[in-house]
């Protein structure tokens, strides 16, 4: 089955310290995820794609395909990163593919 | 750019009302969807639809209706509204290329509550 699994409801850390968001999929195949981002009051938007390689707001995020898992890093986090954070998996099969999404973590930055 | 507009953005219902959300795209996109976001459920989605004049189910599909009216616009519907379907409700559009979906653009969400 094609899962996403966000195992943190919510994140707390200070303003200055390394946050990780964690994310585990379950894929047969060669999967492809993505990491979106939902600011208060804001639309839900994309924040990178692991084909792209990129670092988006100083937050990267490496495809290990050995752990199954997509964690998203960010080595001093800021309070303009406190927001909802979701991880998704593409999902192939009907007529086009669709994205799955995990729960869902809330990081809190603090100051 | 407006990107995704969906309307209404807040709406109250009783049971059994009926409903229909309506979500329009200026990006000229092939693709459209209908997700659901709940507390501690994430986003699940409802239907979508692949291009114009076809849609399918997607993960939690019962108690909805949808229309792609055109290339543009994609409407939900609850024909007979129940407690359960209360949610933020966010319309969304994508680019195929390749045979692949590409990025989701997301609307502001609709926040319906059913009593």
Redesign the interface.
């Known amino acids: 089955a094609q899962r996403v699994t ?1 195992p943190e ?1 919510l994140l707390s850390v200070f303003k200055g310290a390394p946050v990780e968001l964690k994310c585990n999929y379950s894929y047969s195949g060669s999967p ?1 995820l993505f990491w ?1 981002v939902q600011y208060s009051r804001q ?4 924040l990178l ?1 692991h084909i792209s390689r990129e670092s988006i707001k100083g937050f990267t995020a490496d495809l290990n395909k050995g752990e199954t898992s997509f964690h998203l890093k960010k080595p001093f986090a800021q309070e303009e990163d406190s927001a909802m954070y ?1 991880c998704a998996l ?1 999902r192939y099969g ?11 973590t809330k990081l809190s930055v603090k100051p | 750019n407006a990107g995704v507009t969906q309307t209404p953005k807040f709406q109250v219902l009783k049971t059994g009302q009926s409903m229909t959300l309506q979500c329009a795209q200026d990006m000229n996109h092939n693709s459209m969807y209908w997700y659901r976001q709940d507390p501690g459920m994430g986003l699940r989605l409802i239907y979508y639809s692949a291009s114009e004049g076809t849609t399918d189910k997607g993960e939690v599909p019962n108690g909805y209706n949808v229309s792609r009216l055109n290339k543009r616009e994609f409407s939900l519907r609850l024909e007979s509204a129940a407690p359960s379907q209360t949610s933020v409700y966010f319309c969304a559009s994508s680019e195929a290329y390749r045979g692949r979906t590409g990025e989701l653009f997301f609307g502001e969400g609709s926040r319906l509550t059913v009593l």
């Open positions: 966000q409801k492809e979106y639309r839900l938007q994309l794609r979701y593409r009907g007529s086009q593919g669709n994205l799955i999404f995990g729960k869902g």
